[in-house]
């Protein structure tokens, strides 16, 4: 094996020749050194990962390396899958459009065009998603000026056609068509995700803590020796959740706190919660025959209707941002902030919305609630990769921010590609915009 890396103006030409018990001794010696042995260098029987989280970046990521012949447990606090923010009732996906064509641009496609490929495949379309399409609103006051490439408005026209273009009249004059836009239910596809012969899933199971032991090949702990085999320790309460040779961290707000317990210096990169609250009612609510959207229009929330649940076909408004409460809470306050979004989203509906909004806080209210916690980092762009100060085998998928459904298959496919050693789904510039190493010290690079 032999690998050449350019960082920071240096070459490093790392070249290792022998067997695996040769790597593990390197590995030991350097445990956040440069030298990693790809995936296919693992020997099939030590192909066990752990999984922690099974929201959509976990069942994602579990999904992707099962297919790849990984033996995967999955852990979850929750009593079932998407235990967190997955659990949303229904969200949108649609890419991100910018004059400059800039990374998140294209990262967003790239996950939406994998993201509808999953959906055409696992879920039933009307029912558990519909590729309706995704009306966009660039209202004043937002912080994004957004846009397309000029050249898609001419010599690229046909991308335009298949991506985003200026809405057609009647559309408001700031509004956007994104042709591959969709609405999902994201519990539907988390459990189908989960639906695998490799994967084991394990609920009420809330790790603490993270443990790196290496071993010889007879079991004993490391001595003066050369090691030859290491994995890692899922602790709850010192009690041993699940061991294998590989670890993944997708536990959302949770992650943080479970690098930290394996960091060389208890570091962690600094992950921040974002509740979020989406406002829904029923359709029969109103009456018959009212005017809405033809599609889902965002822009400042969303708003999407006539999605089947299972009280009946239902609206859904939202969402907010709170960055003061960590815990899914319930408010009133929220429902007031979702109509007033709703109101500059599509006036039309917020009018006809209002008599349900009005009984909101009466003991009888037409308005309902889903209430969850994203996070994210700094630069709103998730964290996917190896953790850079601790010992080879623990991995970051999370920090998905208000765009979970579009990024999170891809981040998965993304891991487990790198881990293989194969092409990646996305350009090979684009993939720091996404490592979980991309905030460590400069000197450290
Ligand atoms: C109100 C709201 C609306 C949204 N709308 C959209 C939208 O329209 N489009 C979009 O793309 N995104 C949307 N998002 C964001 C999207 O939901 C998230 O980005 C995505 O669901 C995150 O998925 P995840 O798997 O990373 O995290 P989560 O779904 O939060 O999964 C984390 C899992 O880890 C488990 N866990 C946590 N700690 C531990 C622990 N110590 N041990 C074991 N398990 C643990 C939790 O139980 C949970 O199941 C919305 C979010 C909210 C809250």
Redesign the pocket.
Known sequence: MHRLRFAQGHVTLTLCIGDLPEFAELLRQHPTGPCLPPADLVPETARTVTV????????GTARALAERGWQVTV????SA????????PV???APHTSHDDSAVSRLTRAGVRLMRHTLQTWLTEGTDWSPTGVMERRLPGKTRRGGVPLSWLNEHAEVAQDWTLPAPPPAPDDAYWHAKGAWLR?VQLVRALLEHPNIRWQGH????ALSYVARHSNGTALGDETPTTATWQVLQAGTVLAEASRVVL??????A??VATATTDGSSPRINPL????SWGLMADLPDNTPMPATPVNGNG?FVHSVPTEEGPAWFV???YDRLQNEALLLDSDHADNFARLQALHPDTAATLAPLFATVGSGASRVQG??????GVHDRLPMTGRVHNAPEGLYL??A?????????LLCGELLAAQWHGEPLPIEARLTKFLDAARFKPKDEQ
Do not use: E, F, H
């Open positions: 922690i989280g099974s929201g959509i970046s976990g069942a852990l979850d606090a929750g899958p998407a235990a967190g923010a997955s659990g949303l969200g949108v996906i994201p199971a809330k790790p603490d997708a536990a959302g707000p949770g992650s706190a479970l509740r979020g609250q989406i969303a939202g969402s907010t889903w209430a969850g916690v994203r996070c998928n999370t998905m921010g208000s765009r979970g459904l579009t990024l999170a």
